[in-house]
Structure formats: C-alpha cells, structure tokens
C-alpha cells in the first residue's frame, strides 16, 4: 500500500520561508508538489523525476522554491523562499507510477495548509 504523509505547514509572514516534507511509503515514484489556493482549483506547483535527475516548476515559483528528494529516507521535500501572500494555499504531495510527472497523477496525500501573512 501506498502512502503519502505531507508536513511542515503553517503561517509565515511575506519574505519567510517553509519547508515541506513527504513521506512515501509503499514503491518508489516520480513525484511533484501542487497547491490550492483558496477559492481555486488545483495547480501543479514542482516536480522531481523518479531518478531526481530532472526537476520542473511554474513560472510564479522559479527561483524561490526548490523540490528535492532523499531515497534514503523515502521523503520529498518542497524549499519555500521568499514567500508571497499569494503562495497561501493547501499544498498536495503527488506521486506517479513513471519514470517523470505527467498527467497522470496515481497517488495524493492529505495535504498541509501554508498561510503566508502580508
């Protein structure tokens, strides 16, 4: 079975930062950060490979946050810099049964709330 387990959440005034864990358990996997923010629907935040080799992010985070994974210890990771208020959503741990993020997402975790205060 299949796991995903997100923390590190919380609030942050603008210019701080956070960082996301996520534990996986169960298979190794290609693995990405999305969000919600409040009121909108889901985007694509980052993502890592499966060899970790290849990382990709949105335009709006580029620079500021970093994804990262350490097999050792079955965790990925999502360093927030330079936080906006508009970072301020629920971020989702994702996995895929691929060797990269695609569209197709097989796995999620619950989710940890980061609020970034103006």
């Known amino acids: 079975q299949v796991r995903l387990i997100e923390s590190g959440g919380g609030l942050v005034q603008a210019g701080g930062s956070l960082r996301l864990s996520c534990v996986v358990s169960g298979r190794k996997l290609a693995m990405a950060w999305f969000r919600q923010p409040p009121g909108k629907e889901r985007e694509f935040v980052a993502s890592?490979?499966?060899?970790?080799?290849?990382?990709n992010y949105i335009d709006s985070v580029q620079g500021r946050f970093t994804i990262s994974r350490d097999d050792a210890e079955n965790t990925l990771y999502l360093q927030m810099n330079s936080l906006k208020p508009e970072d301020t959503a629920v971020y989702y741990c994702?996995?895929?049964?691929?060797?990269?993020?695609?569209?197709?997402?097989?796995?999620w975790g619950q989710g940890t709330q980061v609020t970034v205060s103006s």
């Open positions: 994702a996995g895929a049964k691929t060797m990269m993020i695609g569209g197709r997402i097989d796995y």
């Open positions: 890592i490979s499966w060899s970790g080799g290849t990382t």
